[in-house]
């Protein structure tokens, strides 16, 4: 490493609040799905910034889109329309099926205003303050405190508790478990389609299906977080099309507006009508007009570009190029996910493989301490998998 890359990092452990055991380069610009290091040197990148950016680096006609807006107006308010959320918000109810639309800043902001919905959404039902929301072990839906309260990782929160109140858990892919917490007070359940930062675990058909008919017969709602496996990245524009059923309640972000920060909260006609009404809830950014100029962006392009046809072309190959893996590493005892979010499952913690790639100059990332995640722009080839491999197997060779 260069002295003047060394000093930046000192510099930024001095300054910066450490919150992040951070990897040892400072990056610099990105091209297509490489990015470079202010050295120079080149990684092939396989996390896209956590599943954000899809598109790849330096996508001119995205960066087009972006510089008009700006010289166009980026702010307004919300007390005020402006075209680029108008436009968004029907594109996305277009490729989401949902009915309305509130654009937040981020994932956990979108979480908060689906967990607000939520409760009003029951409290117009009884006048009671004593809702239930059902969350799953594993989740992760964001550091706020109510993205927290329902994050099924206890190390997250417990040095900040208390977290808000009457939230209970159960585990993902066992209907039982769910059931065994329902009451009369339960008014949602919130869960990833496919479970990201807790480890790639996608809902099974049968379970969704089952978790969705409960939710019918006791008018519970079904909230889906769709923040990192929205978007394209299991083959489907949102993750529970595949299943054939939809949420009452949905959040997306990260590729939603694939590097400027947006997120979103959907919901159907039905919560739209009996939920959040005027005075209670807002942001003074979200859903700005350079937010939004980058969402209808990205959204064109995921058509322009065949997005999604990509990652079902792409996606099975990179399953038969890790599943090989496993078969020729015994320290390899699992490979699960779906689509472009797939996790590499090892009996040790994955850290020193991680570390190796990136000398190599691949970029990988752990979901939990023993599974490499894999989350990379949603336009690699086979070619990007066959270089990733290459870098991968070398790394395991020395382990
Ligand atoms: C990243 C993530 C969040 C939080 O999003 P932020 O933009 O970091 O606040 C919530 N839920 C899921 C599933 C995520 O992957």
Redesign the pocket.
Known sequence: MSTQMQGYIDQAEKDLLHTYNRYQIVLDKGEGVYLYDTDGKKYLDFVSG??VFALGYANKEYNDALKNQIDKIIHTSNYYYNQPAIDAARKLKKVSGMDRVFFTN??????EGALKAARKYAFLKDGKNDHEIIALNH??????FG?LSVTGNPKYREPFEPMIGNIKFADMNDYDSIKKQVTDKTCAIIM?TV???GGIYPADADFIKKVRKLCDEKDILLIL?????GMGRTGYMYAFQKYGIKPDIM?T??ALGCGV?V?AFMMTEKVGQNSLTAGDHGTTYGGNPLACAAINKVLDLFEKEHIIENVNQVAPYLEEKLDELKTRYSFITERRGAGLMQGLVMDMPVGDIINKALEKGLILINAGANIIRMVPPLVITKNDVDEMIDILESCLKEV
Request: aromatic residues 4%.
């Open positions: 956590i599943a981020s994932g956990a902001e979108a979480i989740s992760f839906h964001g550091r706020t993205a990833e479970q990201g930062e977080d769709e923040i990192q496996c959040t972000a990260k920060p997120g």
